[in-house]
């Protein structure tokens, strides 16, 4: 890799997918620039610019996926060069630009690569996939208890992101599907496997993982499901979406299951290298 060959690296996924602690290991490599301490939730770039909407601003989580300004693409009225400069303009005052390597991470980028390359050519793309119930059930510490009805929606619209990101994929070039479950077993082979993927040489860093949270998720979800009326419900939640979830390598039914993913979800989680 040539030291003077700049790109972007955007990391995206489902809100409490494992964005944030990925983007943390991905910003210890010398060579990478990534937003800290800029005062906006969880560094996310999303909330350090102008130009595109944010989550909220598109419907929120569990509805942004939907919204014609949630998901963006080339054919977007903001993919002009304009947006590009006001973006960088805006971005720029919290990275290194000394560095090879610029990161910025939001959770809508999952819905918006196709927008991102398109007023930064030859950028990578990094997405974080993690069990759906884990992530529906993190969303309670900022949320509280979801009624039935919701964790449907943000089952329906778990799904829904991660389909479209897999149609976009087609027309993104440089895009890698990173499972948290697998980061959280063994990050450092993760980490050093990413490293490749944006054309770097990996470097060690301080990469320890909190494991047995998706199983503390899977608990709470195993009693609901064993409640009269909301076990009834979320076991017909489980069965209307199941085979949109397997298309991941995941199951409602059997959490702890793991179903082989589409062809095209394993091709996004297998390790390329790109040189400059």
């Not at 950028?123 to 039935?148: C, D, N, Q």
Request: some cysteine.
């Amino acid at each position: 890799m040539s030291g003077s060959c700049q790109a972007f690296v955007f990391v995206g996924g489902s809100h409490r997918s494992g964005t944030s602690p990925l983007t943390g290991w991905l910003s210890e490599h010398s060579l990478v620039s990534a937003f800290t301490d800029t005062g906006v939730p969880e560094d996310e770039g999303q909330h350090l610019q102008s130009v595109i909407p944010t989550a909220g601003q598109a419907g929120g989580i569990g509805r942004f996926g939907y919204s014609p300004s949630g998901h963006l693409t080339e054919g977007s009225a903001l993919a002009t060069a304009a947006s590009r400069e006001r973006l960088l303009g805006q971005w720029a005052r919290h990275w290194d630009l000394s560095k090879p390597r610029l990161l910025e991470k939001s959770p809508p980028n999952l819905v918006r690569a196709r927008f991102l390359q398109a007023l930064f050519p030859n950028s990578y793309f990094v997405m974080v996939i993690r069990h759906p119930v884990a992530v529906i059930t993190a969303l309670e510490r900022w949320h509280g208890a979801p009624k039935p009805l919701k964790a449907y929606r943000l089952l329906r619209h778990w799904a829904y992101c991660y389909e479209t990101m897999l149609r976009d994929a087609r027309n993104v070039e440089k895009l890698r599907l990173v499972r948290y479950e697998d980061m959280v077993a063994a990050p450092e082979p993760q980490i050093e496997s990413i490293h490749r993927f944006i054309g770097l040489v990996p470097e060690l860093g301080s990469r320890s993982a909190k494991s047995g949270l998706n199983e503390r998720y899977f608990d709470v979800w195993a009693r609901r499901r064993r409640r009269p009326v909301q076990g009834w419900y979320l076991d017909a939640v489980s069965r209307g979406l199941e085979h949109r979830v397997r298309v991941f390598g995941y199951s409602l039914a059997d959490p702890d299951a793991a179903p082989a993913p589409h062809p095209l979800v394993a091709q996004l989680m297998r390790a390329k290298t790109y040189e400059h």
